[in-house]
């Protein structure tokens, strides 16, 4: 008796959790995700799985650039494709409440493309993962697969800043520009680069030196803070 109590607790929190998010960030015309709960501890929101216990959001995706300049690790499907390295198959709000149901909070703190102050929010890990032709598995942080052309060396390890917050005229503006991980500092995107080099859009490429070809299918790994070493 006592587990389904808490088990309805945690989904009262998770419907609370969608109403707060939906009520300030998503415009009218967009539907609600449907929150699905695969057990105890994992859950699917559109196309994220949640894993609450391993603190991780896994989503599926693809190489979209293997080369060339970038201002995005990762976009949607409509999102900015010419300078992104990924594709990822979730919408931005399905991403948006997945991280708040992880208990990540968004801090926002920028106001236009480039700018060089630092992005507020919850840090979180990124990494990325894919098959080689051959059957090895290969797993790097996000970081790995961006290249500094400047010191002629992957993106400083760093963790990610969760800081997708800004909406206008009610309309949840990652929704927009379906922004998911960028290296170039976006106030539209949900997830931002913190370091210094965040405003120069000319700095980084896709690291030609170890991604696979376009279309190689990825999955990319958002972990909480305290739970990278045990994934």
Known sequence: MTDK??????????????????????????????????????????????????????????????????????????????????????????LQVALLMLGLEPGGGLQYQGDPRTPKGDSLFVYVSWEKGDGNHIRVRGEQVVYNIKEKRPM?????????????????????????????????????NPLSTGGDDTLYEANKFLLPPPNTPVKVELIKPGYEKTN
Request: some cysteine; hydrophobic content about 40%.
């Open 5 to 94: 109590i808490i088990q309805r607790g945690v989904i009262s929190i998770i419907c609370c959790i969608i109403a707060h998010f939906f009520s300030y960030y998503v415009s009218a015309e967009e539907t609600s995700p449907e929150v699905l709960k695969l057990n105890d501890s994992q859950y699917k929101i559109g196309n994220a799985f949640l894993n609450m216990s391993k603190g991780t959001i896994t989503l599926n995706g693809w190489v979209n650039m293997s080369e060339g300049l970038i201002e995005l690790l990762a976009c949607g499907k409509r999102g900015k494709t010419h300078e992104s390295v990924f594709v990822l198959d979730v919408e931005p709000y399905h």
């Open 156 to 192: 400083t390890a760093t963790a990610w800043v969760f800081s997708g917050l800004r909406f206008i005229d009610n309309t949840f503006m990652a929704s927009v520009s379906q922004s998911y991980i960028t290296t170039f500092h976006d106030p539209d995107t949900i997830i931002d």
